[in-house]
């Protein structure tokens, strides 16, 4: 499959710098033995090392960052009202969607209106992100920004 057909919009994530570092060292240390989680992880730490670094305040509104509402289509159908979270508080029967999941890494970072790839079973599909809602998250400060950027 081309995973040049799957890029977004803009080619990088839209992340801080501090939930780069948090979400690489989710991955890190969670000692997945699902291979799709393990795959979805790799394709996610390849496209952190891309990532547009900003502080919180230049993220784009409409960008998913933790406790975004989100709204994304997939084969499957249109699933509305998904929170993005950490994975501990993740509960998908309250619509609270894992970082780390599959869809959630794929997602995270990325803009309303594009298109990423996700794994599930055994296979990968395109999803769409159809709307993304921050009006909840007071000033996108899930981490405060650092005084300092490289």
Same mark, same amino acid.
């Given at each position: 499959?081309?995973?040049?057909?799957?890029?977004?919009?803009?080619?990088?994530?839209? /992340?801080?710098?501090?939930? #780069?570092? +948090? /979400? /690489?060292?989710?991955?890190?240390?969670?000692?997945?033995?699902?291979?799709? !989680?393990?795959?979805?992880?790799?394709?996610?730490?390849? !496209?952190?090392?891309?990532?547009?670094?900003?502080?919180?305040?230049?993220?784009?509104? #409409?960008?998913?960052?933790?406790?975004?509402?989100?709204?994304?289509?997939?084969?499957?159908?249109?699933?509305?009202?998904? #929170?993005?979270?950490?994975?501990?508080?993740?509960? /998908?029967?309250?619509? #609270? +969607?894992?970082?780390?999941?599959?869809?959630?890494?794929?997602?995270?970072?990325?803009?309303?209106?594009?298109?990423? +790839?996700?794994?599930?079973?055994?296979?990968?599909?395109?999803?769409?992100?159809?709307?993304?809602?921050?009006?909840?998250?007071?000033?996108?400060?899930?981490?405060?920004?650092?005084?300092?950027? !490289?």
């Amino acid at each position: 499959m081309n995973l040049k057909r799957f890029k977004m919009q803009s080619g990088r994530l839209c /992340i801080t710098r501090e939930n #780069k570092n +948090l /979400i /690489i060292n989710l991955i890190e240390n969670s000692f997945t033995i699902d291979p799709i !989680e393990k795959r979805s992880h790799q394709l996610f730490l390849r !496209e952190l090392e891309q990532a547009e670094l900003l502080f919180a305040s230049e993220i784009p509104a #409409k960008t998913i960052q933790f406790n975004s509402i989100v709204s994304i289509k997939t084969s499957f159908g249109i699933k509305r009202g998904l #929170k993005i979270v950490l994975p501990e508080e993740a509960d /998908i029967s309250k619509n #609270k +969607l894992s970082v780390l999941s599959p869809a959630g890494a794929a997602i995270f970072g990325k803009k309303e209106g594009d298109q990423a +790839l996700w794994y599930f079973n055994s296979t990968s599909e395109e999803l769409t992100i159809a709307r993304v809602d921050n009006s909840n998250n007071a000033d996108k400060n899930f981490l405060k920004d650092c005084s300092y950027y !490289e």
